[in-house]
Every structure is written in C-alpha cells, then in structure tokens.
C-alpha cells in the first residue's frame, strides 16, 4: 500500500528566508507525486508534480521539488519566503494506473514571520 | 474553466439525521473522487467515479454512505443516521481519464453533526 509521511507539523520561518518542506513516500513502482497547498477556508490547490523525466520540478508561485528516488523523496524548496505563503502543505501520492486514487500525507503547517 | 463546485460549504446537522452533498465537476472531467479530510490530518480517499460508474470504494466508506453520479456529470454524496465522528470537510475532485492524474479540487463541504 502507498503512503507519505510528512514528518514536520509546524514550520516557522522569516519572511524572504528559504524554504523546505520534508516529503518521503512508499510505493512499490515509480509514482505520481504531488504538492498540494490549502489556505484556511480554501480547496487544495496543486503546486506541483512529478510524473516522469526531470526529477527537478518547478510549480507555481516560484515552487520546485525534486524526485530523489534512491532516498523516496520529494521535498518542496523555495528560495525566498512571503507572507501570502503561509498556508498547510500536504504531499501526496498517487498510484499508476487504475483510479489513481491520491494518498496524502498528514501536512505541514507554514507560519512565515514578518 | 469554472472549477469544481460543491454544495452546501457548511452543514450543521443533529446526530441521526441523513444529509447530502454535492459536487459540479470541471465539465469535461470524466472521473470524479471524494475524499473526507478531518482536523490535522490530510485528505483520504473515499471512492472514485468514472462517468458514471462507481469504481472504488474506500473501507472507510461504511454502508451509511452513499455516492451517485447518475449521468456521469454532477454527483452526490449522502451520509444516513449521520454520528458525531462523520464530522468533517468533504473534498470533491475530479480529473481527465489517463495517466496524468492531475486532480482539481473543490472548496469542500464542512459537517458538523452535534
């Protein structure tokens, strides 16, 4: 069975400092992996993802991600924080073939200080 | 490109009662997902639709729930005798068929059952 683990609740950081949110996933075979971010009252919205090919990724909002199969990774960079990033961040799998059903991870909360 | 659309975005309910959602997908999606997601946890999978038939089925979908998509566009989600542990946001996706997965979310039903 797939799953991800996220293994940072609550992350602080100052405005305009970098950024990595921790992403490890387990799947028997090579699989989709997404970042998702909610803002409170919002739906998810998809930052990125990662089918094939180049495993460094780029996403909306000056996100990337990179793919690092031999650790089962997919973290999320970005080199400058701003206020309007604070949100919950959740990385999720999903499965090849059949319904493709999405497994999430638990989320990371970003607090980001002015 | 309206987005996915869901109805109510809140229901309050008293224990026992039946209640129903519902969910407008990107029009030409032809699958559909419902997910559950609770307080500090993420997303999880509770069935999926292609057009209009129900492919999977979550263990976490007792026989309480119920799920239609009867003409493969909109569908609904209805939970009977509703209990306080059904509280929570129910997440509407939908998706192209293939192998991008690429999954749009809607903004979600919050349940309250006091």
């Known amino acids: 069975a797939q799953s991800v683990t996220q293994p940072d609740i609550h992350i602080t950081v100052s405005e305009g400092a970098s950024l990595e949110l921790r992403c490890n996933y387990s799947?028997?075979?090579?699989?989709?992996l997404f970042w998702y971010v909610q803002s409170p009252g919002q739906g998810l919205q998809l930052l990125l993802k990662y089918f094939s090919g180049d495993t460094l990724v780029q996403g909306i909002k000056g996100f990337e991600a990179e793919f690092k199969r031999s650790q089962s990774s997919f973290n999320l960079r970005k080199p400058s924080v701003h206020w309007s990033d604070a949100a919950e961040y959740f990385c999720a799998v999903g499965a090849r073939g059949g319904g493709n059903k999405l497994t999430f991870g638990t989320g990371t909360q970003l607090k980001v200080e002015l | 490109d309206t987005g996915v659309s869901q109805d109510p975005r809140h229901k309050i309910t008293k224990r026992g009662q039946n209640v129903t959602f519902r969910c407008d997908p990107i029009s030409e999606h032809n699958r559909l997902y419902w997910y559950r997601q609770t307080l500090g946890q993420g997303p999880e999978f509770l069935t999926y639709f292609q057009n209009e038939a129900q492919l999977e089925k979550s263990r976490l979908l007792s026989d309480r729930f119920s799920a239609e998509r009867p003409k493969g566009s909109f569908s609904t989600l209805e939970i009977q005798r509703t209990e306080q542990g059904d509280s929570a946001m129910y997440l509407c996706?939908?998706?192209?068929?293939?192998?991008?997965?690429?999954?749009?979310f809607g903004p979600g039903t919050r349940l309250t059952v006091t």
């Open positions: 996706a939908s998706s192209l068929d293939g192998t991008s997965n690429k999954q749009y």
């Open positions: 799947y028997g075979a090579t699989p989709y």
